[in-house]
């Protein structure tokens, strides 16, 4: 695992090294001192720099130089410090994860390096830290997904990593293109059997396919297949968007399976998207009152919230996500602590959305505050890790436009 660069420490955390421009500097030789290999020469001089230990990105520094003689106790001990001083020092996450991973603790390197992407979800080499350990953990859907993030967001382009990368997944996508052009050939024919074994090919093949995964579950529900049709709506309401049609079938499945407290955590689910008055809406609640008893049989709901637990373990945060939320609505009580643990595994799952939110907010006082570099760097990440064409991409776009006319006459005019 590659040891994350500290030259770029801040993340949405903004780093600062205070106003005393003399202490920048001494923190800039420091690094300098550290490039060139100078480590102990590291060590000399933060011993009588008080005020550089005092700052994130010492003790991060600290703990990288330890790393490199190393002794590695020393460095994870300053990494989390680093932390301690900043909470959002995400290149701290990044190295405690790979002292983690190296020492065969994959669940603490994993969970580290979850919390780095809810912080920097742009970093390459947490992504594909990522990408690694749940493939090594037999994760493929989530394995998939981070080597295709690490390819999005990685810049250097011509390293050895990223050509291999690179090249696996584009014949890794030609062979799911074969797949889906026989598909089609054998839609034409009504072969449901053999369309339906193209696409189990497809998504073993590659695992980041939602729509198959729901072609899959409704040519098993249409068999009468119950119980693998129920297993494929499962990984598309768990990994991937879904619609309350996904909802309804897991509810009626798990009820034609005997799952009934699963069933009735369903329903109360779907009958939230549903408008009221409607035949939908009214067979939901029918339904509903059938399954209720299953609300006085603490045993029954007990079991969910161990097994949200065991997924805890195992880093399967969406099924600690669907557990601990069927415990709540089976339980029929508010428990904060568990709210905040779905809360932090659902930024997990996608931090994209929270990291653009904080920044949008950042840019009006950015600019008030004439802060123009920072600001055109906060509109850069926004137009990287936003939907195009979002609000949100649309706004960096003129602000950042507007920023870069301002420092251009600063420069050319003096104004």
């Not at 991060?60 to 460095?75: S, W």
Request: hydrophobic share 35%; charged share 25%.
């Amino acid at each position: 695992m590659e040891e994350t660069p500290i030259e770029n420490t801040a993340g949405l955390s903004d780093v600062k090294f205070g106003e005393d421009k003399n202490h920048s500097d001494k923190l800039a030789r420091l690094y300098e001192l550290y490039e060139s290999g100078r480590y102990n020469d590291v060590l000399s001089a933060m011993e009588t720099d008080s005020l550089a230990k005092s700052t994130s990105y010492g003790q991060l520094l600290l703990g990288n130089t330890y790393n490199q003689l190393g002794k590695k106790e020393d460095a994870l001990s300053h990494w989390k410090k680093a932390i301690e001083i900043s909470p959002l020092e995400h290149s701290a996450y990044i190295n405690i994860g790979n002292y983690y991973y190296a020492s065969g603790n994959v669940k603490e390197a994993i969970q580290n390096w979850q919390v780095a992407t809810t912080i920097m979800p742009e970093n390459p080499t947490v992504n594909l830290n990522l990408a690694l350990a749940y493939d090594k953990k037999g994760n493929r859907i989530k394995s998939t997904k981070y080597f295709e993030k690490y390819l999005k967001y990685e810049t250097k382009v011509t390293s050895h990593e990223y050509v291999m990368v690179k090249q696996r997944f584009a014949n890794l996508t030609a062979k799911v293109d074969f797949y889906a052009k026989k598909v089609e050939e054998y839609k034409l024919q009504h072969d449901l059997k053999t369309i339906a074994a193209l696409y189990l090919k497809m998504i073993s093949t590659y695992a980041n396919l939602p729509s198959i995964y729901a072609n899959i579950a409704e040519i098993f529900e249409f068999d009468r297949n119950y119980e693998k049709a129920y297993e494929f709506y499962q990984v598309v309401y768990l990994n991937f968007s879904y619609s309350v049609k996904v909802l309804l079938a897991l509810a009626n499945l798990a009820y034609l399976l005997d799952k009934k407290s699963y069933s009735y955590a369903y329903y109360k689910r779907a009958i939230d998207y549903l408008p009221e008055g409607t035949s939908y809406y009214i067979k939901v609640k029918q339904q509903l009152s059938t399954l209720s008893p299953v609300l006085n049989d603490p045993e029954l709901i007990e079991t969910h919230l161990q097994k949200a637990r065991a997924a805890e373990e195992e880093n399967e945060y969406e099924i600690a996500i669907d557990e601990y939320e069927n415990y709540m609505i089976l339980s029929e009580t508010d428990n904060e602590e568990i709210q905040q643990r779905i809360d932090k595994y659902k930024l997990f799952s996608n931090p994209e959305p929270f990291v653009v939110n904080v920044l949008y907010s950042q840019i009006p006082d950015l600019m008030n505050r004439k802060k123009l570099s920072a600001c055109v760097d906060v509109c850069d990440r926004i137009m990287k890790l936003a939907n195009d064409h979002s609000k949100e991409v649309v706004y960096a776009m003129k602000c950042k436009a507007e920023c870069k006319r301002i420092i251009i006459a600063r420069e050319q005019f003096g104004v």
